[in-house]
């Protein structure tokens, strides 16, 4: 059951925006942003693939709180949009380290590591929906068998992206907790660090996914390296 609809910030709106342009120099136009819930974990129905893994101990080796996919979710159903969940509970819990790691305001880190999860999900929702929906020639059903390698790296790319070419304190605070986070998380969602054009190409990156969603044989060294 959905308790709560998310409300956006400016901050947030303003990346949002960001990111949108990136998706849209690649053909990619928004008739309208999809829906984003906040509530506890437990308020949601979770029968869905990730929580099935953290049940099954797919990330035994590390803390599930610091997963950016464990604090939000881009719940893809097939064949339909699918929509964005922030768990306010489990954002909270991670906040709280990052306070304390980083040295800043509680309230702040919920703000930062917010955004950094919506712009995650949002991620998800590009590129494996929109991106999908809008590229006529893209084998409709290679999404949803596409590895994790690739699928995490598009959605991290989403926060590089997103505050490319800012610098205020805002933008510095999400670099700083981006920077920390990531090492914390699973090998999928650090692949992006590997890829052979900076993070600003981002049209080459965005071409060679394209090239990947149309062909079984291409995978996450397609994404890296372009070949
Ligand atoms: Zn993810």
Redesign the pocket.
């Known amino acids: 059951m959905f308790t709560s609809a998310y409300r956006l910030s400016d901050n947030e709106i303003y990346l949002m925006k960001k990111l949108e342009k990136v998706y849209n120099s690649q053909g990619c136009k928004i008739n309208r942003w999809p829906e984003i819930y906040y509530a506890n974990h437990d308020e949601f129905d979770n029968r869905h693939p990730?929580e099935l893994e953290v049940r099954n101990g797919y990330f035994i080796d590390w803390e599930a709180i610091f997963i950016?996919?464990y604090l939000g979710?881009?719940i893809y159903e097939y064949g339909k949009e699918g929509h964005i969940r922030i768990y306010k509970d489990r954002i909270e819990k991670c906040a709280k380290r990052i306070s304390h790691a980083l040295q800043i305001d509680f309230n702040e880190a919920i703000e930062l590591l917010r955004i950094k999860v919506l712009l995650?999900?949002l991620?998800?929702w590009f590129s494996l929906w929109l991106f999908k929906e809008q590229n006529d020639g893209i084998a409709q059903d290679r999404t949803y068998s596409l590895s994790k390698n690739v699928?995490?790296s598009l959605?991290?790319l989403s926060i590089p992206w997103s505050i490319q070419g800012l610098n205020n304190k805002n933008v510095k605070g999400i670099k700083q907790l981006f920077d920390w986070i990531v090492p914390k998380q699973p090998y999928e969602?650090r692949k992006f660090r590997d890829i052979n054009v900076k993070t600003s190409h981002k049209a080459t990156i965005l071409k060679r996914y394209k090239a990947i969603l149309n062909d079984p044989n291409k995978d996450i060294d397609y994404l890296l390296n372009g070949k």
Request: aromatic share 22%; hydrophobic share 30%; no cysteine.
């Open positions: 990730f950016t996919d979710v881009y995650h999900e991620g998800h699928v995490e959605a991290q969602y």
